[in-house]
């Protein structure tokens, strides 16, 4: 066999070769075409699943997106209602305490209620699993804002005692401006200052002026949302009513036989 074709192949003319060689070449040029030609439309194939993963997940992160917003608006929804649940029975005890005769008893429940308030005020801030805040009544005497009212997470030894200047704290500025002071991380600010003795964890600061009898102070682990400002704005107004009942009473217990003005600017607190 391979005799016959040796003898086909010598008896073939010279131009029947460079025919052959014409037809190879052609035919590994369309080979290499046809090869790229594959190659580019797997490669846009490649392309075209990847881009619409892309997508995917682009989609798939928006969606995530919208979930998370969704959960965070029903927990402000739920945050919100439940806070005006708590203040309801807040505000039937201010009412009560306005009816009390008594001005030693309206002291009493005055400060009673006050200290409730901020315990539960701490719990009504709580938007999520993991959320903690601490509450605090600081009282306006000779330009210094003292804690006299304070929930858990402060410590014992500070009512009474941790005070803070009014032209050097951020508190000291919403009693000043009169304004509602909100930050997400208070060591930023100009006004703060550390307390080299405390320990605190708290960086989110809401201040909520209480007229001219102080400030009401929520200290948070994370900035604060809108439900969280507007309920800290009802429970500051409320608090400025009963303060308000507690220093009438104290004038009309000072005025008593048993009455004394030995207990400072706002009494027995």
Known sequence: MEGLMKSMLDKLPPWAYQIFAVVIAAGM??????????????????????????????????????????????????????????????MDALNDIRAIADPYAVLTEASF????????????????????????IWLHADQ???LRFASAGFPKHYVGERQLHVDRSVAGRSYRKQAIVQIADVTKDEDWERNTDSKSPYQALMCLPLGTYGVLTIDGLEPFHDSGRAIGEIYASLSTGIIAEYIAAYRRWSQTDHGSTSFGTYGVM
């Open 144 to 146: 210094m804002l003292t």
């Open 29 to 90: 040029i369309f080979y290499f075409v046809k090869t790229l030609y594959i190659n580019k439309k797997l490669s846009d194939m490649i392309a075209d699943v990847m881009r619409r993963d892309d997508r995917m997940q682009d989609i798939q992160l928006r969606m995530d997106e919208l979930r998370g917003g969704q959960i965070i608006h029903e927990h402000t929804a739920q945050q919100t209602l439940s806070a005006l649940r708590d203040v309801k029975p807040f």
């Open 113 to 136: 209620l006050l200290q409730r308030m901020l315990d539960i005020l701490a719990v009504d801030m709580k938007l999520k699993a993991g959320g903690h805040h601490r509450c605090g």
